[in-house]
């Protein structure tokens, strides 16, 4: 669903090789030889800080890639994230990486229509209430919290919390930089 709004000036858009610093290239290789295997989304405007890209991107790498609740529910973790702060980027990125690992499409359309998603497997509803939770009561009741916990164990519930946090992170990072779209994207977040 497209928007009728002009889109906003990305204020800190791609960089090329030649206008990167060394630290800034050092970082920029790494991303691109890395799973990423580009740099782009939230590294665009995260260049301007090497040091802080580096970290970030490290967490981010073990999060998206290897985290103790999996693939597919890590990816429905920040289809949340994403809907919760609106950021078109991520979820242009992510909504179509959730399908492909088995999230329904029925269930990232609701996410992105604000509704209740119908048809949830028990793991995705915990993720769901926790993630939910958790942005909009800014802490998790005892409840959500024990399911969870009794899926996803310590070591999964711990990394369901910095899902929640590292793309809120990225989120605020885009948001405020009003990083563009992907060329490609054709999963959008509806307004």
């Not at 359309?109 to 942005?135: K, M, Y």
């Not at 990072?173 to 959008?188: H, V």
Request: hydrophobic share 45%.
């Amino acid at each position: 669903m497209k928007s009728d709004r002009k889109p906003e000036a990305d204020r800190l858009g791609p960089l090329s090789m030649e206008q990167m610093s060394n630290a800034q290239r050092v970082v920029a290789q790494a991303i691109i030889d890395g799973p990423r295997g580009a740099v782009y989304g939230p590294f665009v405007p995260l260049l301007r800080s090497p040091e802080l890209m580096q970290h970030a991107q490290r967490m981010g790498e073990y999060l998206r890639f290897r985290s103790a609740i999996g693939t597919r529910l890590s990816e429905l973790a920040i289809l949340v994230t994403a809907r919760q702060w609106n950021q078109k980027v991520e979820w242009a990125i992510h909504a179509p990486i959730a399908f492909q690992c088995g999230i329904d499409r029925a269930i990232i359309d609701a996410i992105g229509a604000r509704q209740a998603p119908a048809g949830l497997r028990e793991d995705e509803a915990a993720v769901i209430d926790f993630c939910t939770e958790l942005h909009c009561d800014k802490r998790v009741s005892d409840g959500t919290y024990a399911r969870a916990r009794s899926l996803f164990g310590d070591h999964g519930v711990v990394d369901l919390m910095g899902l929640n946090g590292y793309y809120t992170f990225l989120a605020m990072i885009m948001n405020s930089a009003q990083t563009a779209l992907p060329p490609d994207a054709s999963w959008l977040l509806p307004d």
